[in-house]
């Protein structure tokens, strides 16, 4: 009785490890397993059958879509640029995206080539000033360069007329190294450090709203790489003396300049230039307020004032003053009789190291 027991216990003990034999075994040939493996581990997939599948889908699978893989990168690479138009992106920092900077060379460029920093008017059209520059560039053979601000990473006066120097609710000062002035020179020493430009120096020029960003960033910015510069049709300015309350002077200025700054900014080579027909008082974008006003009625009026008051200043301080003044007859407000003016002007400026207005 008690060999009949034994033998049922060990059918059933050998009946029990055939079942778990047989369900492991299907369980390998349902998923591929080995023996030993986590069968709850991601399975491998098998290969698709069509090369077309494997580009639509391998990015969805062995990268995750983030709403950053747009943004341009961090850093820039040029090591060349093409002749004719074209552009390139520039790190703006903080939340910003990257500045679009419009260039243009003519053929046989290079990396001697004098280059120009264009800045546009009030409406960032970089690209429409970059047109205007090509066929003086061809004539007298200038890089052109020209960044773009938009008024969405670079909102109003403050973000583009003033250099975004300051938080516009705040009224705080942001870092150095988002000041439009600031990227404007770092665009420049890219190039040179990336051997596009063997030029230590660049030219500067800025009509309506890019003048009042020139002649700011001439003000407040210690010893850009600045040649020369040209500054044409300002609506408004910071007078470079303490008399007046910041923006229209340097009292109370977030950037405080030194005697000695302004006297590197006296002694640069600076054309003021504007129009003799740009005096219309009721123009649709010349600022009105009390501080712009006591400037001058329109541009022509303020353009004098500003170049007396900084000649006066260079005077009264003894310091050398290397500015000129010229109000262009039969011209109004427009940037593109000012860049073919303008154009001459620095092609004069490489042949005989001075403006000729």
């Known amino acids: 009785m008690i060999k009949v027991l034994r033998w049922a216990v060990l059918l059933l003990i050998f009946s029990a490890t055939a079942k778990a034999d047989d369900l492991s075994n299907n369980n390998k040939s349902a998923t591929g397993a080995a023996p030993g493996v986590n069968s709850s581990a991601p399975v491998a997939a098998a290969a698709p059958s069509s090369p077309a599948v494997v580009a639509k889908t391998s990015p969805a699978v062995t990268k995750a879509v983030s709403p950053k893989a747009a943004v341009k990168p961090p850093a820039i690479v040029?090591?060349?640029?093409?002749?004719?138009?074209?552009?390139?992106?520039?790190?703006?920092?903080?939340?910003?995206?990257?500045?679009?900077v419009y260039t243009y060379q003519p053929a046989g460029t290079d990396a001697s080539t004098p280059i120009i920093m264009v800045m546009s008017g009030a409406d960032r059209n970089a690209s429409t000033y970059r047109n205007d520059w090509i066929k003086v560039a061809d004539q007298y053979h200038f890089r052109i360069v020209v960044p773009r601000f938009t008024d969405q990473d670079f909102p109003g006066v403050y973000g583009y007329n003033l250099g975004n120097i300051q938080d516009p609710k705040t009224h705080h000062r942001v870092p150095k190294s988002q000041w439009g002035f600031t990227l404007v020179n770092d665009i420049f020493n890219t190039l040179r450090q990336q051997g596009i430009t063997t030029q230590s120096?660049?030219?500067?020029?800025?009509?309506?709203?890019?003048?009042?960003?020139?002649?700011?960033?001439?003000?407040?910015?210690?010893?850009?790489?600045?040649?020369?510069?040209?500054?044409?049709?300002?609506?408004?300015?910071?007078?470079?003396?303490?008399?007046?309350?910041?923006?229209?002077?340097?009292?109370?200025?977030?950037?405080?300049?030194?005697q000695s700054q302004l006297a590197e900014y006296f002694a640069k080579p600076v054309l003021i230039a504007v129009g003799a027909n740009d005096d219309d008082p009721e123009n649709r974008v010349l600022r009105h307020s009390k501080g712009a006003m006591a400037q001058g009625t329109n541009r022509l009026e303020r353009a004098e004032n500003f170049f007396t008051t900084s000649q006066q200043q260079a005077e009264q301080n003894y310091m050398p003053f290397n500015w000129h003044f010229v109000a262009l007859p039969d011209v109004a407000h427009g940037g593109s009789n000012m860049s073919i003016y303008a154009a001459g002007q620095f092609s004069r400026f490489e042949q005989q190291h001075e403006f000729n207005p």
């Not at 910015?221 to 007078?239: D, F, H, N, S, Y």
């Open 78 to 100: 040029l090591k060349t640029l093409a002749d004719g138009t074209g552009s390139f992106f520039y790190p703006a920092g903080a939340n910003k995206k990257p500045l679009e």
């Open 201 to 258: 120096q660049y030219y500067l020029f800025g009509n309506s709203a890019g003048c009042q960003f020139v002649h700011r960033m001439l003000t407040l910015l210690p010893q850009p790489e600045v040649k020369a510069a040209i500054c044409a049709a300002a609506g408004w300015w910071t007078l470079p003396d303490t008399d007046q309350r910041w923006p229209y002077g340097l009292r109370a200025s977030p950037i405080k300049v030194s």
